[in-house]
């Protein structure tokens, strides 16, 4: 039996799946953000499934912060999870996660950003960059495109419409 806290945890991993598609409708958003991931000497399918799970851990820190559940997650406002995702330390945002993941890409991330949290150094420079690339991706869909979304649940109405899997 799938628990509510599981549930939850799939809601916030599937909106950091459907983030960087909404954004990259906009064709230039997705050259500025590879070559700025270039730049910083970050392979670009790797920093990309970073910013996906970066999403996912601060939309579950916020609705966990909120004392939220898996139906409650779509009125998260974006705004408060783009905050989380500069304002939040990264190892509070591994506070409270599943004991186990359906999807085992999103296990793996999980540990990728664990490392990155406690290696430190160099690594922790990127999750930094990663944690502003989020925030930029989440501030374009709240505020910046001509349908805004404003809501978790926005997001996921835009994702049905471009036909992004559910």
């Known amino acids: 039996m799938t628990s509510d806290h599981d549930m939850l945890w799939r809601r ?11 954004v990259d409708q906009e064709p230039r958003r997705q050259a500025r953000r590879h070559e700025t991931l270039r730049a910083r000497g970050i392979d670009t ?22 004392c939220l559940s898996a139906t409650e997650f779509d009125a998260l406002p974006l705004k408060d999870v783009a905050d989380a995702a500069t304002g939040k330390r990264d190892y509070e945002l591994l506070a409270g996660l599943p ?4 999807d085992d890409r999103d296990g793996q991330a999980v540990n990728v950003f664990r490392l990155y949290t406690y290696k430190g150094g160099q690594y922790s420079h990127r999750l930094l960059l990663l944690s502003r690339e989020l925030r930029y991706a989440l501030n374009i869909l709240a505020e910046r495109t001509p349908t805004p979304s404003r809501t978790c ?3 996921f109405h835009r994702a049905a419409e471009a036909g992004l899997p559910q």
């Open 99 to 102: 004991d186990s993941f359906a």
């Open 153 to 155: 649940g926005d997001v």
């Open 12 to 22: 916030c991993a599937l909106m950091g799946r459907v983030l960087l598609p909404l």
């Open 45 to 66: 399918a790797t920093g990309e499934r970073m910013i996906e799970m970066f999403a996912a851990l601060a939309a579950h820190a916020v609705a966990l912060d909120a």
